[in-house]
C-alpha cells in the first residue's frame, strides 16, 4: 500500500510538472500547482483504491491521474484578451 501512496502523489506531481511545462501562461505560481497535482493524484488514488479494493492497480494509478489533471484544470485561466491578444480568424 505504500508504493501505491508513492505512486499516487508521483503521478500527480508528474501531471503538475506537464501543466506547468505545456501551459505557463494559463496557470497560476507554480507553487500552486507542486501542491494541488500530488494532492488530487492522492485523492483520486485512494478513492479508486477503496472502490476497487486493491486488486486493480492500473486503474487506480489511471484515476489518480485523471484526477490530478481534473484539480489543475480548476486553476487554468481564460486565455488573454485584449488589444495584444493573438487573433486566429474561424476555419484557419
Same mark, same amino acid.
Given at each position: 500500500?505504500?508504493?501505491?501512496?508513492?505512486?499516487?502523489?508521483?503521478?500527480? +506531481?508528474?501531471?503538475?510538472?506537464?501543466?506547468?511545462?505545456?501551459?505557463?501562461?494559463? /496557470?497560476?505560481?507554480?507553487?500552486?500547482? +507542486?501542491?494541488?497535482?500530488?494532492?488530487?493524484? /492522492?485523492?483520486?488514488? /485512494?478513492?479508486?483504491?477503496?472502490?476497487?479494493?486493491?486488486? *486493480?492497480?492500473?486503474?487506480? /494509478?489511471? $484515476?489518480?491521474? $485523471? @484526477?490530478?489533471? %481534473?484539480? +489543475?484544470?480548476? +486553476?487554468? &485561466?481564460?486565455?488573454?484578451?485584449? &488589444? *495584444? %491578444?493573438?487573433? @486566429?480568424? *474561424?476555419?484557419?
Amino acid at each position: 500500500m505504500i508504493w501505491q501512496i508513492v505512486a499516487y502523489a508521483a503521478l500527480g +506531481l508528474l501531471a503538475a510538472f506537464a501543466a506547468a511545462r505545456f501551459f505557463p501562461a494559463r /496557470l497560476p505560481a507554480t507553487a500552486l500547482l +507542486l501542491a494541488t497535482g500530488p494532492v488530487g493524484g /492522492l485523492t483520486g488514488g /485512494l478513492v479508486a483504491y477503496t472502490v476497487f479494493g486493491g486488486a *486493480h492497480p492500473g486503474a487506480s /494509478l489511471a $484515476a489518480a491521474f $485523471a @484526477t490530478a489533471a %481534473a484539480g +489543475l484544470s480548476v +486553476l487554468a &485561466r481564460p486565455a488573454k484578451r485584449g &488589444r *495584444h %491578444a493573438k487573433v @486566429t480568424p *474561424h476555419g484557419a
